[in-house]
């Protein structure tokens, strides 16, 4: 197998894949775009919310928006040392919080306003409106962000767009993945590749056990 990088830039990268089944290089196309773990709020405690928005309305909004996420850093949160899932440690969580204190003008609550207790996890843009408020509404919240996969919820989805496509050769593909921002455009290759590798060795070991 060769692995090419035809294309580049901040937000896309595209790979020529050849002497490679296609099975292989769809499943790799598959994790790209939803098995790699990336940070996204999981969970959100609403401390004072007087806005329109209802406190359902306002977690699933914060849940949506695309975290950096420095990826060797934190642990998955059932692979954690701290065998808890449900709190986490540092070593598997982020809290983030929003406290828009007293204004005297109507505004919009910004994710440039998500304070993390990790410098390296933050919004991927500070542009993403989160809620208006009115003179007098406050909002005051505390989020925990937690490694995940988009198998499992969209939030944690890698990729915006993850597509394969044939060339003229036998065993050969174009690989284009655009990044949500969370993971750098060859973080996602890279990461994709290793997860692809281990996902293949643990059906290996799994087959060589029914043998026995």
């Given amino acids: 197998m060769s692995l090419e990088v035809i294309k580049h830039d901040t937000n896309t990268i595209s790979v020529k894949l050849s002497n490679i089944p296609l099975q292989y290089a769809n499943a790799l196309r598959r994790i790209c775009l939803n098995?790699?773990?990336?940070?996204?709020?999981?969970?959100?405690?609403i401390?004072?919310?007087?806005?329109?928005l209802a406190d359902e309305g306002l977690a699933h909004r914060l849940?949506?928006?695309?975290?950096?996420?420095p990826i060797s850093r934190f642990n998955e949160p059932s692979k954690?040392?701290?065998?808890?899932?449900?709190?986490?440690?540092?070593?598997?969580?982020v809290i983030l919080m929003i406290d828009s204190t007293d204004h005297n003008k109507t505004r919009?609550?910004?994710?440039?306003?998500?304070?993390?207790?990790?410098?390296?996890?933050?919004?991927?843009s500070e542009n993403v409106p989160i809620v208006d408020l009115a003179i007098g509404?406050?909002?005051?919240v505390e989020a925990y962000a937690r490694l995940g996969r988009g198998t499992s919820h969209a939030k944690w989805n890698s990729s915006n767009v993850s597509v394969l496509t044939n060339t003229n050769k036998e065993n050969e593909y174009?690989?284009?993945?655009?990044?949500?921002?969370?993971?750098?455009?060859?973080?996602?290759i890279s990461e994709g590749i290793k997860e692809l590798f281990n996902r293949l060795q643990e059906f290996k070991e799994t087959v060589n056990k029914m043998e026995l």
């Fill in 47 to 52: 401390i004072e919310n007087s806005s329109v």
């Fill in 108 to 124: 919009t609550i910004m994710s440039s306003e998500l304070i993390s207790e990790n410098e390296d996890v933050k919004p991927t």
């Fill in 137 to 140: 509404q406050r909002l005051k």
């Fill in 80 to 93: 954690c040392d701290c065998n808890n899932e449900e709190s986490g440690c540092s070593n598997c969580r």
């Fill in 63 to 69: 849940a949506l928006i695309p975290l950096k996420t």
């Fill in 174 to 188: 174009v690989l284009t993945v655009e990044s949500t921002g969370s993971l750098t455009p060859i973080q996602l």
């Fill in 35 to 45: 098995g790699i773990p990336i940070l996204a709020i999981d969970t959100v405690n």
